[in-house]
C-alpha cells in the first residue's frame, strides 16, 4: 500500500473515530427522551439514594431515556455529590446536563410542622402522617424499634417522651424512619451530660426523669407553676405517696382504649400500672412528649413543703398549692363551687 494510501486511510479512521466521540458525547450529555403529553415529571430523591437509584428513577419517570449515559454524564461534570433527598418537579424532554443541572440547583419542597409541647405519641404520629401523608400504622412500630431506642437512651422500652416538641422542616415524603429518627435526635441532642448527671444525683435515669417531666408537662402549662409542681410531685416520692395525677389516668384510658373524653370515679380503681390513684412511684414510662422547660422543672424543682394542687377554675390555668390534706380538700370544695356558679 502506498503512503497516499496509508494517510488517506489514516485520516478516515480518524474521522470515524472524531464522529464516535461526538456521538458518544452527544449519548453522554445531550441526548433527550421524546417529550410526550407531561410537561413536567415528580421524581423523589430518597436519602442515602445511589447514583444508579436515581438514574433508574429518572428513567422510570421518563426524564432521561439512558441511565448508563445519565451516570456518565453526572460522573464527568463531577455532581455525583449535587443531587440531594428531597422532591423535585423536572420538566421533560431535557437533556441529561440539564436535568444534572435542574437537580443540582432545584430547592427540595420542604414542610414546617410544629409539635406542640406535651403531646402524645400517638397524637404526634396522627399530625406527621397527615402533613407528610405517611404510613401512621409504620411509624406507630417504629416506636419500639430497636436502634432507635438505642438513640433515644437509658431506660427506654418505648420512644413516648422522646419525639421531641420543635417546629421541624421535613422534606416532602420523608420517609417513616427519617421523621421519627430526627425528632428522637433532636431530643437527645437537647439533653446534655449536665442534665444526665443531675437525674442520677435525684435516683433518676433519662426515662425516669422524661417521666416525670411528661407529668409536669401534663399538669401546667405555666411557665411561673412549672417548678412547684415539680416540687410537688417530688415531695410525694420522698414521702412514698401515690402521685395522685389525673393526666395519667387519662393516658391509661387512651392506651386501653376507653378514653371518651371524661374522668370517672370507677377509672381510679383500675389495675393499671399508669393509676397513679393505685399504684405508688412514677408510672412505668412518660404520658406524653414534655419540652424542655418542663424537663428542667423536673430536674430543678421549687423548695417546698407542698403536697398537693387544685385548679383554680379562673380560665388563667393557675393552680393552688396546699401543704395538707385538709388545706387541699378546702380549697377543692371552693374552687368547685367558683366551677358550678359559673
Known sequence: MSLQNILQSLRTFLIILTLLGITTLYIIFDARPAKGNVEASEIIIREGSSLSLIANQLHDAGIISSPAAFKMAARLLQRTRSIYPGSYVVATGLSNSEVIAALAHARAVEINITIAEGLRSDEIIGLLSQRLKLDSLKMATLLTDS???????????????????????????????????????????????????????????????????????????????????????????????????????????????????????????????YNSYLYRGLPPGPIANPGLASINAALDPEETEYLYFVGKNDGTGAHDFSKTLREHNNKVNRYQRRSSTQ
Open 147 to 273: 436502634t432507635l431506642l438505642t438513640i433515644a437512651g437509658d431506660g427506654f422500652s418505648h420512644l413516648e417522651g422522646t419525639l421531641f416538641p420543635e417546629t421541624y422542616r421535613f422534606l416532602e415524603n420523608s420517609d417513616e424512619r427519617m421523621v421519627i429518627r430526627k425528632l428522637v435526635k433532636h431530643f437527645r441532642d437537647s439533653i446534655n451530660p449536665e442534665m444526665i448527671e443531675q437525674a442520677k444525683s435525684l435516683g433518676f435515669n433519662l426515662q425516669q426523669l422524661i417521666t416525670l417531666a411528661s407529668l409536669v408537662e401534663k399538669e401546667t402549662a405555666r411557665e411561673d407553676e412549672r417548678r412547684r409542681v415539680s416540687s410537688v410531685y417530688h415531695n410525694r416520692i420522698k414521702k412514698n405517696m401515690l402521685l395522685g395525677c389525673d393526666p395519667t389516668i387519662v393516658y391509661m384510658l387512651v392506651r386501653r382504649g376507653e378514653w371518651n373524653g371524661n374522668i370517672q370515679r370507677k377509672h381510679f380503681s383500675i389495675k393499671d400500672p
